[in-house]
């Protein structure tokens, strides 16, 4: 008896242990399957833009007129790379990134600081190659930092005016936001966004983002819009009930926008840069049109 007991007790730590561990990678797999129902993932640009590419493939094709010396937003700005970017590139004036996920805009304002220290580091021959990180940590300019980034263009907007005073970040849910607008807007982007609003507020959040930014544009303004196509509907409807409802009520497809822009929402014109892109990861090979007020 008493060896059966024994036996029982090691059947149990034994059985106990296969559970704990089974709980351990379930978790683990939970932690890496990141549900973001608004699109807001945290290494989106690092998987977007890949670790072959210098640049983001769009800058090549975005016109420096439509930037340079102008008041520009960019709604849904994610951690703020693309923003950074294009302040640096095409020298604006003021850019606004917004986004609905706080997390996200805390991220762009570490890239932000952290982009100001690597500019500080190229300027002073010799200074130590590793910068503090968010954390107290200290992390090597060519790491993460730089993985996710990659080499921001520096030709351009000598250190005139400093980053801070030309980007900023704010948390705004773009669609609900009842507040009158404060400024108005030269230009006007929303790259690989259209999807998750469709999804998550439907027709009606997508014709009140496309009503707001006609309303924010001065005359002559500039929107520049990147949609996903419907297949990446398909792909992504199942994120949360409220998407998965909205999904089968759709009546306005992506292939409809342009139509429906000039026709509906009295934008004059429209430009469709799509075929000069190039080096777009798979997947990521998305139409870019640019509408005129």
């Known amino acids: 008896m008493p060896e059966d007991s024994a036996m029982c007790s090691k059947q149990k730590e034994k059985k106990g242990g296969e559970e704990r561990e089974q709980q351990h990678v379930q978790n683990k797999s939970k932690k890496r399957k990141e549900i973001c129902p608004y699109g807001n993932y945290k290494h989106y640009y690092g998987y977007r833009i890949g670790q072959e590419l210098e640049e983001d493939p769009r800058l090549k094709v975005f016109k420096k007129e439509w930037f340079q010396g102008k008041d ?19 020298c604006c004036q003021s850019i606004l990134g917004v986004d609905i996920d706080a997390n996200r805009i805390q991220d762009a304002y570490w890239h932000i600081r952290k982009f100001l220290k690597m500019e500080d580091a190229r300027k002073v021959p010799g200074k130590a190659s590793k910068l503090e990180g968010a954390n107290g940590s200290e992390r090597s300019i060519k790491g993460s930092l730089k993985e996710e980034m990659k080499e921001i263009p520096m030709n351009c907007c000598a250190e005139e005016k400093n980053l801070l005073d030309i980007v900023s970040f704010q948390k705004e849910d773009f669609v609900n936001t009842r507040d009158p607008p404060k400024k108005h807007y030269d230009t006007i982007i929303c790259l690989s966004v259209t ?14 983002l496309f009503t707001k930014v006609w309303r924010l544009l001065h005359p002559g303004g500039i929107f520049v819009l990147e949609p996903q196509p419907w297949k ?62």
């Open 195 to 208: 999807k998750w609003i469709h999804l998550n507020w439907g027709d009606d959040g997508l014709i009140t």
């Open 72 to 90: 520009c937003l960019d709604i849904g700005c994610n951690s703020g790379i693309m923003t950074i970017q294009i302040a640096k590139k095409f």
């Open 232 to 293: 990446s509907y398909e792909n992504n409807y199942k994120v949360s009930e409220t998407t998965r409802t909205n999904y089968k009520n759709l009546k306005f497809h992506p292939e409809y926008f342009q139509d429906l822009l000039l026709d509906k929402i009295g934008f004059k014109t429209v430009e469709n840069v799509t075929s000069s892109v190039s080096g777009s990861k798979t997947g990521f090979n998305r139409p870019i049109l640019v509408f005129r007020k």
